[in-house]
T-cell receptor
Framework: DAGITQSPRYKITETGRQVTLMCHQT?????MFWYRQDLGHGLRLIYY???????DKGEVPDGYVVSRSKTENFPLTLESATRSQTSVYFC????????????FGPGTRLTVT | DAKTTQPPSMDCAEGRAANLPCNHS???????VYWYRQIHSQGPQYIIH???NNETNEMASLIITEDRKSSTLILPHATLRDTAVYYC?????????????FGQGTTLQVKP
């Protein structure tokens, strides 16, 4: 089905491990985003990408790495996971410059023990 | 992007109209007002957006004051499934980043 998907939906990992969250969209949207959502902080932008091979930092980029070799994929990597990165992660996409509608994935719930 | 202020929570009776206010007193002339909502544990969902004219779609209506310093999202006949956190966001329509800055939003509880 067309849309935006995230995998895995749930992940438990240990402190210090590397973990990659996947995001895939089928609309060929230029822009893709990664947000994290924590209780008391709402949604915060981690990284975004305007096109393949173009990425930029958001509000809370420390500890995360992104890449975008293909338009449809935007993986988020935690190089050395910490407990403070326990959160729900949402991926989103929108057309170039955006008509306003960002489409969000279902989220990945990550727990770092 | 201009900052928005929303009440933290509101209640609404099922079947009645839900009117969610948003203040954006520092909005610029080229900034649009967007509304998203987030139903528990799901990704945010776009509802509507507008510049200065009132807008309506199948989900809701958006009323923007003439001075554009505030707006109201109206759900005409709220149902239990409309219980969610509603976010009012102000940003330039075609920014060079496309990113959204979410505030704390308003938690709308629709009661039977």
């Amino acid at each position: 089905d067309a849309g935006i998907t995230q995998s895995p939906r749930y992940k438990i990992t240990e402190t210090g491990r590397q973990v990659t969250l996947m995001c895939h969209q089928t609309w060929s949207h230029s822009y893709m985003f990664w947000y994290r959502q924590d209780l008391g902080h709402g949604l915060r932008l981690i990284y975004y990408s305007a096109a393949a091979d173009i990425t930029d930092k958001g509000e809370v980029p420390d500890g995360y790495v992104v890449s975008r070799s293909k338009t449809e994929n935007f993986p988020l990597t935690l190089e050395s996971a910490t407990r403070s990165q326990t959160s729900v992660y949402f991926c989103a996409s929108t057309l170039a410059g955006g008509p306003g509608e960002q489409y969000f994935g279902p989220g990945t719930r990550l727990t770092v023990t | 992007d201009a900052k928005t202020t929303q009440p933290p929570s509101m209640d609404c009776a099922e079947g009645r109209a839900a009117n969610l206010p948003c203040n954006h007193s520092t909005i610029s002339g080229n900034e649009y007002v967007y509304w998203y909502r987030q139903i528990h544990s799901q990704g945010p969902q776009y509802i509507i957006h507008g510049l200065k004219n009132n807008e309506t779609n199948e989900m809701a209506s958006l009323i923007i004051t003439e001075d554009r310093k505030s707006s109201t999202l109206i759900l005409p006949h709220a149902t239990l499934r409309d219980t969610a956190v509603y976010y009012c966001i102000v940003r330039v329509e075609r920014s060079n980043t496309g990113k959204l800055i979410f505030g704390q939003g308003t938690t709308l509880q629709v009661k039977p």
